[in-house]
């Protein structure tokens, strides 16, 4: 029994530690998903009180926010464009799915398909992509964003991020 006895102290203490995280979590009411959107229209985002669906991060500004709304009505919710395209890639409803983001110049929600994207823009996961709804120099559609995203040619990746920091110094761009 006595062999037990720290076990069972540990077990206890580990076990008020995640009673004690998951209050937290509930009093706060961070939002991950929310049911019922049957329009599949971009919900608004209550800042602070959202968390991105797929790092779990609170979302704490529209800049580089995204949501992914499923055929049952289903919404998520994104605070980096790379992040929302890496999530959505592994749900079998991907090609199904309205995706909306959030633009850097009109400050509006616009299909994510009908968006342009910067890739070297300082996001919260680093992945680079920001999102317009005018066509801006050195732009890409939304096909090469995701397509990029997939491969990790990304800022998150050490050589392309500074192959894309070399180019906006010279171009001047952003």
Same mark, same amino acid.
């Given at each position: 029994?006595?062999?037990?006895?720290?076990?069972?102290?540990?077990?206890? %203490?580990?076990?008020?530690?995640?009673?004690?995280?998951?209050?937290?979590?509930?009093?706060?009411?961070?939002?991950?998903?929310?049911?019922g959107n049957f329009d599949g229209k971009?919900?608004?985002?209550?800042?602070?009180?959202?968390?991105?669906?797929?790092?779990?991060?609170?979302?704490?500004?529209?800049?580089?926010?995204?949501?992914?709304?499923?055929?049952?009505?289903n919404t998520w919710f994104f605070h980096?464009?790379?992040?929302?395209?890496?999530?959505?890639?592994?749900?079998?409803?991907? #090609? @199904?799915?309205?995706?909306?983001?959030?633009?850097?110049?009109?400050?509006?929600?616009?299909?994510?398909?009908?968006?342009?994207?910067? @890739?070297?823009?300082?996001?919260?996961?680093?992945?680079?992509?920001?999102?317009?709804?005018?066509? @801006? #120099?050195?732009? %890409?559609?939304?096909?090469?964003?995701?397509?990029?995203?997939?491969?990790?040619?990304?800022?998150?990746?050490?050589?392309?991020?500074?192959?894309?920091?070399?180019? @906006? #110094? %010279?171009?001047?761009?952003?």
């Open positions: 029994m006595k062999k037990l006895k720290p076990i069972i102290v540990i077990i206890v %203490i580990i076990g008020v530690i995640i009673t004690i995280f998951l209050n937290l979590a509930e009093q706060k009411g961070m939002v991950t998903l929310k049911k971009p919900l608004p985002i209550e800042l602070h009180h959202y968390q991105d669906s797929q790092c779990g991060m609170v979302i704490d500004s529209l800049e580089y926010a995204s949501e992914v709304i499923a055929p049952n009505g980096d464009h790379g992040g929302m395209v890496k999530w959505l890639e592994e749900r079998d409803f991907k #090609d @199904r799915a309205k995706v909306w983001v959030y633009t850097r110049d009109t400050k509006e929600w616009i299909d994510a398909k009908e968006a342009y994207y910067t @890739r070297d823009e300082s996001t919260p996961m680093r992945y680079g992509f920001g999102a317009y709804k005018n066509r @801006r #120099d050195n732009t %890409i559609p939304f096909e090469e964003m995701r397509i990029l995203t997939l491969r990790g040619e990304t800022m998150r990746n050490p050589k392309i991020r500074q192959q894309l920091i070399k180019s @906006r #110094d %010279i171009n001047g761009s952003n």
